[in-house]
């Protein structure tokens, strides 16, 4: 069966940084595309960020780029997402996702597996 689970969501500043985790189980993490995605209250869940399975290729959302890093620990089954310059507008309940592709893959859809979440919230 496979697990994943976030961690290091919090409330901060506008301006602060955070890095989440997600601990995967279950799937060879190491041939699997990861990404990160993100629903606020009242909206749809956004794409966020996405890496292939040897970390060489990412892919960001406008929103989050050149302010949110995704990377991969295959050694250690881990994804990250470092979020530096927060702004109220990522407030949201931040998923980790694992695919059955191996290559970067924006769409929710293309993802079969997902953590439960962790709440980030900006304050202003």
């Known amino acids: 069966q496979v697990q994943l689970v976030e961690s290091g969501g919090g409330l901060v500043q506008a301006g602060d940084s955070l890095r989440l985790s997600c601990a995967a189980s279950?799937?060879?993490?190491?041939?699997?595309?990861m990404g990160w995605f993100r629903q606020a209250p009242g909206k749809e869940r956004d794409f966020v960020a996405t890496?292939?399975?040897?970390?060489?290729?990412?892919s960001y959302a406008d929103s989050v780029k050149g302010r949110f890093t995704i990377s991969r620990d295959n050694a250690r089954n881990m994804v990250y997402l470092q979020m530096n310059s927060l702004k109220p507008d990522d407030t949201a309940v931040y998923y980790c996702a694992i695919s059955g592709y191996s290559f970067t893959r924006n769409s929710p859809a293309a993802y079969d597996y997902w953590g439960q979440g962790t709440q980030v919230t900006v304050s202003s």
């Open positions: 279950g799937r060879t993490f190491s041939s699997s595309a």
């Open positions: 890496i292939n399975w040897s970390g060489e290729s990412t």
